[in-house]
C-alpha cells in the first residue's frame, strides 16, 4: 500500500506560480513511476508530468516548458512546479504512484496506468 498526500494549491493570479507537493509513505519503494495529474468536473484527469525512480520525466504537451516535475533524493516526496498559471489551469491536482508494471502501448501519463492516488489539492487561478 502507498499513501499519498497532496499540499501546496490555492488561488494565485494569473502569470504567477505554485509549487505542489506529494508526500508518499508506505511500501514506496514498489513504486516505478510517480505523476501529477489535473481534473476539472466534466472532463477527463489529464496526465501532466511523470517522474520514475532513476529520475527519467516525461511531460504533457500542455505542461512543457511551464511545469517541472522533481523529487527529493529519497524519492519520498514529488514536487510540481508550475509557471506562467492560467486561469485554464484551474482544476483539482492529483498526485499519483504506479507500482504495476506498465501496459503495452499505454501512455506512461495515462490515469488508468497509476493505482494509488492522494486525494486533490485545489489549484484556482483568477484575477
Known amino acids: 500500500q502507498v499513501q499519498l498526500v497532496e499540499s501546496g494549491g490555492g488561488s494565485v493570479q494569473p502569470g504567477g506560480s505554485l509549487r505542489l507537493r506529494c508526500a508518499a509513505s508506505?511500501?514506496?519503494?514498489?513504486?516505478?513511476?510517480m505523476g501529477w495529474f489535473r481534473q476539472v468536473s466534466g472532463k477527463e484527469r489529464e496526465g501532466l508530468a511523470v517522474?520514475?525512480?532513476?529520475?527519467?520525466?516525461v511531460y504533457a504537451d500542455s505542461a512543457k516548458g511551464r511545469f517541472t516535475i522533481s523529487q527529493d533524493n529519497a524519492k519520498t516526496t514529488v514536487y510540481l512546479t508550475m509557471g506562467v498559471l492560467q486561469p485554464e489551469d484551474s482544476a483539482v491536482y492529483y498526485c499519483?504512484?504506479?507500482?504495476?508494471?506498465?501496459?503495452?502501448?499505454?501512455?506512461?501519463?495515462?490515469?488508468?496506468?497509476?493505482?494509488?492516488w492522494g486525494q486533490g489539492t485545489q489549484v484556482t487561478v483568477s484575477t
Open positions: 499519483a504512484a504506479k507500482t504495476t508494471p506498465r501496459t503495452r502501448g499505454s501512455s506512461l501519463l495515462s490515469a488508468g496506468e497509476y493505482n494509488y
Open positions: 508506505g511500501d514506496i519503494y514498489s513504486s516505478n513511476y
Open positions: 517522474i520514475s525512480t532513476d529520475g527519467i520525466r
